[in-house]
């Protein structure tokens, strides 16, 4: 991609990847409660 389209990609790549690591912890903590309630 072009210089000009870069900095633009990054700042959604960090925005994204924030919203995904929110997403994802939560995630993974129902899944470990989840584990836990099984046994």
Do not use: C, H, Y
Request: charged share 25%.
């Amino acid at each position: 991609s072009n210089s000009g389209t870069k900095p633009f990609l990054d700042m959604m790549d960090q925005e994204f990847s924030q919203t995904i690591s929110k997403r994802n912890s939560l995630g993974i903590a129902e899944a470990l409660v989840q584990q836990f309630e099984r046994k």
